[in-house]
């Protein structure tokens, strides 16, 4: 059981806008930033969101991220079909001391 | 360019004990804190571990406290990852991370990642 809460899976066709959202709590997303991380099948996680909304150099513009409260969101615009991998968030926990991940989104582009 | 190069995983027996070493390149090691992400078969990410650019700051996820040591030579460029006392739970795949920052803070970001060892406790 993930201390972050994702859909375990989401699709959509190509050229459309799909979002994936991650629910915590006051002592993770509620206080500290949220990551996002894709992992493409078969390779190690990439950063695609950091800082809640910040996109590191290299990633495509059609991600984009935001937080409101304790959940936090990733946003697919012009969804490709090279965009098919698992998501995953991450944030800071207080209580824990330690990082915690949501447990993965699997998208599906149909 | 960045490469995260982890090596050390293997087959060992339940109660065992391991050692991992991840190898950093093209960038200022000792400026960086870097931490541990274990992802078990067909499962998600785990945090396991992290450690200041300094190596004097180290946090670590309940699941390894007190088994698991973290630690770096900034001399070598090198990060490890002590485990004793494997469990069969322990199983997985250990990718080596970059924080974006020098320590740790509430904002860790993973920028760059390794490509991961396997480990698996099995008797």
Not at chain 1, 28 to 53: D, E
Not at chain 2, 78 to 100: F, I, K, P
């Amino acid at each position: 059981q993930s201390v972050l809460t994702q859909p375990p899976s989401a699709s959509g066709t190509p050229g459309q806008r799909v979002t994936i959202s991650c629910s915590g709590s006051s002592s993770n997303i509620g206080s500290n930033t949220v990551n996002w991380y894709q992992q493409l099948p078969g390779t190690a996680p990439k950063l695609l969101i950091y800082s809640n909304n910040q996109r590191p150099s290299g990633a495509p513009d059609r991600f984009s991220g935001s937080k409101s409260g304790t959940s936090a969101s990733l946003a697919i615009s012009g969804l490709q079909s090279e965009d098919e991998a698992d998501y995953y968030c991450a944030a800071w926990d207080d209580s824990l001391n330690g990082v915690v991940f949501g447990g993965g989104t699997k998208l599906t582009v149909l | 360019e960045v490469q995260l190069l982890e090596s050390g995983g293997g087959l060992v027996q339940p109660g065992g004990s391991l050692r991992l070493s991840c190898a950093a390149s093209g960038f200022t090691f000792n400026n960086y804190a870097m931490s541990w992400v274990r992802q078990a078969p067909g499962k998600g990410l785990e945090w396991v571990s992290a450690i200041s650019g300094s190596g004097g700051t180290t946090y670590y996820a309940d699941s390894v406290k007190g088994r698991f040591t973290i630690s770096r030579d900034d001399s070598k460029n090198t990060l490890y990852l002590q485990m004793n006392s494997l469990r069969a739970e322990d199983t997985a795949l250990y990718y080596c991370a970059r924080d974006r920052h020098i320590v740790v803070v509430t904002a860790i970001c993973f920028d760059f990642w390794g490509q991961g060892t396997l480990v698996t406790v099995s008797s």
